[in-house]
């Protein structure tokens, strides 16, 4: 069986192609990026040389390239993980999202149509359901949730999950969406809360918070969340939307001052700054759907999650420390040259 990831050079999609090559040696995995600023190689170093690894470089937007791909690669699974995905960045330049999340989503779905992809499946995000208020705990994120975006990221989210569930309805295409909540884990970019917390207190910096640190956040480890979309892709029912929650809330506060007590640094460090336009306040998901059909439980609880993500960056200093100096967007032409498809 041959399964396209999409953005398999990024964090979540690095991690599902690692998941992926490691457990099913008799399937081919074709990574495809285009390595924007988010995209590493580096990150897939440790499969590169795999025999059932592939890497392609290109657009989810080209429509001529992506038509010509699957023209010669007929993939059977297609895994699409391809998105700007920082909130931060969409208020600043939406096109982009619309771009790349719609866009790009559209011509897969095109693809995936005129050449009988088996299955589908869309990474989508809790962030599609807006948010929940501080003072109640007992409300959660189910799939039937009414979507209710913040931000342009969120909007070109929904967007794209909505031509999804439109191929299925009116094309038959045989599709499945999840939506996570925060995910967490090795090979997160440093523009992110928790590896930029780590990054930064290891170097003494200021640590930058919005407003008061009372935003919550569910999270889940990287490797539950990959471990979510197996199953799915191979068990969840067509036409169907997933819910995969980490069952750990935590406001960014607490985040914060858990990673500078394992690190044994000075809470003075935190510096609270403006919060950004549209915050949301609380993300909570009930992932009821997906362990009761499929069996799901995570296997890491936050605290065992944030122990080992800690340790993975200080056992892997080089990887973060290329991507703030700008050294890792040269790994693609040290290792391929100009070309934009590889082995």
Not at 17 to 37: A, F, G, R, S
Not at 67 to 75: A, I, N, S, W
Not at 283 to 293: H, M, N, R, S, V
């Amino acid at each position: 069986m041959k399964i396209l990831v999409t953005g398999g050079a990024g964090f979540i999609g690095g991690n599902f192609v690692h998941h992926m090559v490691k457990k099913y040696p008799e399937h081919t995995v074709i990574n495809l990026d285009l390595l924007t600023y988010a995209g590493n190689l580096e990150t897939l170093k440790p499969v590169e040389d795999k025999p059932n690894y592939k890497f392609v470089r290109g657009d989810i937007a080209d429509r001529r390239f992506i038509m010509d791909l699957f023209e010669k690669e007929r993939p059977d699974v297609v895994v699409n993980f391809a998105a700007e995905s920082h909130v931060d960045r969409s208020i600043t330049d939406p096109g982009i999202f619309v771009q790349t999340n719609v866009m790009g989503t559209q011509v897969l779905l095109d693809a995936s149509k005129e050449y009988g992809v088996k299955r589908y499946h869309q990474v989508s995000t809790d962030e599609v359901y807006g948010d929940l208020p501080l003072d109640r705990p007992d409300l959660f994120f189910r799939e039937d949730t009414p979507l209710h975006t913040s931000s342009p990221y969120s909007s070109s989210k929904a967007s794209a999950d909505l031509f999804v569930l439109a191929y299925y309805r009116t094309y038959g295409l045989p599709v499945t969406i999840s939506r996570c909540s925060n995910n967490y884990g090795p090979y997160h970019f440093p523009e992110k809360l928790i590896p930029l917390i780590i990054s930064r207190a290891l170097a003494d910096e200021k640590l930058p918070v919005y407003g008061k640190g009372e935003n919550v956040r569910d999270w889940l480890h990287v490797s539950d969340h990959c471990d979510a979309i197996d199953l799915i892709i191979h068990n969840g029912r067509v036409g169907e939307v997933y819910n995969v929650g980490g069952h750990n809330e935590k406001t960014n506060l607490e985040v914060v001052k858990t990673i500078l007590k394992a690190l044994g640094k000075p809470e003075s460090l935190i510096e609270f700054v403006t919060d950004r336009p549209g915050h949301d306040l609380r993300y909570a998901i009930d992932p009821t759907k997906l362990e009761t059909e499929l069996g799901w439980k995570p296997k890491y609880t936050f605290e065992t999650g944030i122990r080992q993500t800690i340790q993975w960056y200080l056992d892997n200093r080089e990887w973060w420390e290329n991507i703030i100096s700008g050294e890792y967007a040269g790994y693609f032409d040290k290792m391929y040259g100009k070309d934009l498809t590889t082995k």
